[in-house]
C-alpha cells in the first residue's frame, strides 16, 4: 500500500532553485533514507513530505488516515510533566478505556443491572467490546512498554519524576524521539535522529526501528546506522532525487558505477560534439560543403548535452604529512585518573599505544573519553598516574569544540599567522584543497558553518605534519563526502592515532584497536569496531555465567575451583537457552490460564444474567464473589506476564 507520493516537487529561493521535479513513492513498512551533501535540501525536503512546508512546485499525495510523526533536527521535547507522566499521555485513550473496563466491572455487581436481564446484556456487550480493544491496544503491556523504550533511551526509574523543562538539551531531543516511537505514527520521518546519543543507544535505536511497524524516511549522517536500517536510498543531488535500492553500503557501489557509466557518456558525447564542431568551422564558409555544415550545425543545437557528471560539485582532497618518524613507544599511561576539580570519572587506565596504532576510544557519554584526550595532550592535568611520551613523539590535536580557532582572525589569518614564512600562494592552494577558495578565505571564523569550522581546524592540522594525532570526534559537523575524504587521509596517514568517534563506520574503516573506557579503567580490544562489539558481548555473558554459577562456600583455604573459558562458554550458551525455553514456557501458560480465566468470567456473566440467578440475591452474590476472584487472579497473571515477556525480551 502508498502511504504518500511526492510528485514534481520543487523549492525556489527567488531566483534559485533549491531542487526540483522531486518524485517520491513511499510505501508501508518502507525502510527509506535521504542523502545527500550539506546544503542540498533534505531538512527542507523532509519539512515538505511531514507537511510543514508547502512546496512551490507539485504536489503531495498521502493516503486517507495516514498518520505521520515528524523529528526535526535539533528539537526537544518542550513539557512542563514529568519524565513518566509524558509519556504517559501518549496512551491517553487506552487509560481512559482501561477507566470504562475498571468502571463497567462494577456496573455488572450491581443489583439493578443483575435484576435488568436487558441492561445486564447490553453492559457485559460493552464489556466484551471494551476488553478486547483495551487488548489490541496493547492494555495489559503499555507501561512495559514505556519502560523497555525509555530504558533504551538510558532513562531509568530514578529518572521517571524528573521535569522535563529540567533537563538538557540532548536529554529533550532523546525524550522527544522517546515520545515519536510510542506513538507509532504509519509514517515515520526523522532528521539526524542519532544526534546526542552514544553508541550503546544508537545499536538499541537500530535494533528497535528494524521492527518499527510503520514506514520511515531518516536523514542521518551516520553510515552504520544507515546500513542497519535502511533498504533503499534516495540520492538529493544537482537539485534532482535518484533511487538507489539496498543499503548505504549497496548505494555507494551502485552510485560509483554510474558515475563510471556517465562519465563513459559524457566523454562519447563530447568527442561528437568536437566532431561536429570541427566539420562545421572547416565546412560553413566552403560553398560546396555550406550545407552540409548547416545541417550537422542544426544537429548539435538540438541536442540533449549532458552535464558533466558530478556537475560543479567539489570535494575536499588533502593528506597528513610527517617531518619525522617517532620512536616505537608512542604513548604509554599508568594507573591514570581523569576529571575535573578533584572528581574523576574513569581511573585505573591503562595504555600503551605503539607506532601505527589507530587506535579508537569508545564508551558512554560522560565516562571521560574527550577528557582523557586532554589529558594525554597536556591540555589538563591528571588527578592520578603517569602519562609518557616516547622518543620524537609530535602530537597533533583536534578538538571537538575547535577552541584552537581564533573568532576574530579570517580563514587565512588563522592559517598564515601560526605559518608566517610560508609564501601566501601556498597557504591559499592548501585551503583550497579544504573547500576554501576566493573570498571565501576572507570570512571570519565566526561567520562560518559548523562544517567549515572543521574543515580550517583539520587543514591546521595537516600543516602542522606531526606524526602522532589525537583526535575528538573528527567527523562532527562533516557531511558524508568530506568524512570519507578525512578517511582516506587517514587510512593513508603512516604515523599514529588515538580518537574519540560515536562514528563507528569511521571506527571500523580506521582503527585497528579499541578502548573501552569505564569508570573502573580501560579495556583493550584488538581488532575493529565489530570485532570489539562482538567480543565485549561474549566477555559480559562469560560474566554474568560465571557470577550466577559462583558457590558462596569456599575451600578451607579459602579458593574455588575456576571452569575454563571453553566450558564456560558452552554453560553460558547452554544457560541462556534453558532459562529462555523457561521463560518462554511460562508465558505460554499464562496466556492459556489467561485465556481458561476470560472464558470462566464470560460463564459466570452469563448465568449472573439469568432471571432465577438474579433474582436469587445469594446465589447472584456468591457468583459476584466469584467473579471478583477471577479478576483478582486475572490481574496477578498480567503483571507477572510482563515481568516474564521482559525478561525474555532481554534475552532475545
Known amino acids: 500500500m502508498i502511504l504518500l507520493q511526492a510528485q514534481r516537487v520543487a523549492r525556489h529561493f527567488g531566483a534559485d532553485v533549491l531542487f526540483e521535479d522531486i518524485t517520491m513513492e513511499i510505501k508501508d513498512?518502507?525502510?527509506?533514507?535521504?542523502?545527500?551533501?550539506?546544503?542540498?535540501g533534505k531538512s527542507t525536503l523532509l519539512k515538505i513530505i511531514a507537511g510543514e512546508e508547502a512546496p512551490d512546485e507539485g504536489q503531495i499525495s498521502k493516503a486517507k488516515d495516514i498518520t505521520i510523526g515528524y523529528l526535526e533536527q535539533q528539537t526537544g521535547l518542550d513539557s512542563s510533566e514529568t519524565i513518566w507522566d509524558e509519556m504517559l499521555s501518549v496512551f491517553a485513550e487506552v487509560i481512559q478505556m482501561e477507566k470504562e473496563l475498571r468502571e463497567t466491572e462494577v456496573q455488572l455487581s450491581l443489583p439493578n443491572v443483575l435484576n435488568d436481564q436487558a441492561l445486564y446484556e447490553k453492559t457485559l456487550q460493552r464489556y466484551d467490546s471494551l476488553q478486547h480493544a483495551f487488548r489490541e491496544a496493547n492494555g495489559y503491556g503499555y507501561q512495559n512498554e514505556i519502560r523497555s523504550i525509555l530504558h533504551g533511551f538510558r532513562f531509568y526509574e530514578e529518572d521517571y519524576d524528573r521535569p522535563i523543562e529540567q533537563l538538557s538539551g540532548g536529554q529533550k531531543t532523546r525524550l522527544a524521539l522517546a515520545r515519536l516511537l510510542l506513538e507509532k505514527k504509519d509514517l515515520l520521518i526523522l532528521d539526524e535522529p542519532t544526534n546526542h546519543l552514544d553508541i550503546e543507544t544508537l545499536s538499541w535505536l537500530e535494533t528497535y526501528l528494524q521492527s518499527y511497524p510503520g514506514a520511515l524516511l531518516i536523514v542521518s549522517h551516520d553510515r552504520y546506522?544507515?546500513?542497519?536500517?535502511?533498504?533503499?536510498?534516495y540520492e538529493l543531488s544537482r537539485r534532482r532525487l535518484t533511487q538507489f535500492k539496498g543499503n548505504y553500503s549497496a548505494y555507494l557501489d551502485q552510485k560509483a558505477a554510474l558515475i563510471e557509466q556517465e562519465w563513459k557518456q559524457y566523454e562519447k558525447q563530447q568527442k561528437e560534439i568536437a566532431k561536429l564542431e570541427d566539420f562545421i568551422d572547416r565546412n560553413l564558409v566552403r560553398a560546396s560543403t555550406t550545407k552540409r555544415a548547416q545541417s550537422r550545425?542544426?544537429?548539435?543545437?538540438k541536442m540533449d548535452k549532458m552535464d558533466k557528471p558530478q556537475g560543479d560539485e567539489k570535494s575536499a582532497s588533502f593528506q597528513f604529512r610527517t617531518d619525522r618518524e617517532s620512536g616505537n613507544i608512542v604513548l604509554q599511561a599508568t594507573d591514570l585518573a581523569v576529571g575535573y576539580d578533584h572528581s574523576p570519572v574513569s581511573s585505573g587506565i591503562e595504555l600503551d599505544i605503539r607506532k601505527g596504532d589507530a587506535v579508537a576510544v569508545v564508551g558512554p557519554n560522560g565516562i571521560g573519553k574527550s577528557t582523557l584526550l586532554k589529558t594525554l595532550t597536556g591540555d589538563l592535568p591528571s588527578l592520578q598516574g603517569d602519562v609518557r611520551l616516547g622518543?620524537?613523539?609530535?602530537?597533533?590535536?583536534?578538538?571537538?569544540e575547535q577552541t584552537q580557532l581564533h573568532p576574530n582572525k579570517t580563514v587565512l589569518s588563522e592559517l598564515w599567522d601560526?605559518?608566517?614564512?610560508m609564501p601566501e600562494k601556498d597557504i591559499r592552494t592548501l585551503l583550497g584543497s579544504f573547500l576554501f577558495s576566493g573570498d571565501d578565505v576572507e570570512k571570519t571564523i565566526s561567520s562560518l558553518s559548523g562544517g567549515e569550522k572543521a574543515r580550517v581546524a583539520l587543514a591546521k592540522l595537516a600543516l602542522e605534519r606531526n606524526n602522532t594525532l589525537i583526535l575528538d570526534e573528527p567527523t562532527n559537523h562533516l557531511d558524508v563526502d568530506s568524512k570519507e575524504v578525512l578517511e582516506n587521509a587517514l587510512i593513508d596517514f603512516d604515523g599514529t592515532l588515538l580518537f574519540v568517534s560515536h562514528d563507528r563506520y569511521f571506527i571500523n574503516r580506521i582503527a585497528n584497536k579499541v578502548v573501552d573506557l569505564s569508570e573502573d579503567g580501560a579495556t583493550l580490544y584488538l581488532g575493529d569496531y565489530d570485532y570489539f562489539i562482538q567480543k565485549k558481548a561474549e566477555l559480559e555473558e562469560l560474566e554474568r555465567i560465571r557470577l550466577e554459577k559462583e558457590q558462596p562456600a569456599e575451600t578451607e583455604t579459602g579458593t574455588a575451583d575456576a571452569a575454563s573459558e571453553a566450558t564456560l562458554s558452552r554453560e553460558a550458551v547452554k544457560e541462556l537457552q534453558r532459562k529462555k525455553r523457561q521463560l518462554e514456557r511460562r508465558v505460554e501458560e499464562i496466556e492459556a490460564e489467561l485465556a481458561n480465566i476470560e472464558t470462566e468470567l464470560t460463564q459466570l456473566q452469563l448465568q449472573l444474567s439469568k432471571p432465577d440467578v438474579y433474582e436469587d440475591y445469594e446465589?447472584?452474590?456468591e457468583l459476584s464473589e466469584k467473579v471478583e476472584q477471577l479478576q483478582a487472579a486475572q490481574h496477578a497473571l498480567m503483571e507477572e506476564w510482563e515481568e516474564k515477556a521482559l525478561e525474555l525480551e532481554d534475552i532475545q
Not at 513498512?29 to 542540498?40: D, E, P, Q, T
Open 29 to 40: 513498512n518502507a525502510r527509506l533514507a535521504l542523502v545527500g551533501r550539506n546544503g542540498s
Open 297 to 301: 550545425r542544426k544537429k548539435l543545437e
Open 391 to 400: 622518543t620524537k613523539v609530535d602530537i597533533g590535536y583536534y578538538d571537538q
Open 619 to 621: 446465589k447472584a452474590a
Open 225 to 233: 546506522f544507515l546500513d542497519k536500517v535502511v533498504n533503499e536510498v
Open 418 to 421: 601560526e605559518h608566517p614564512t
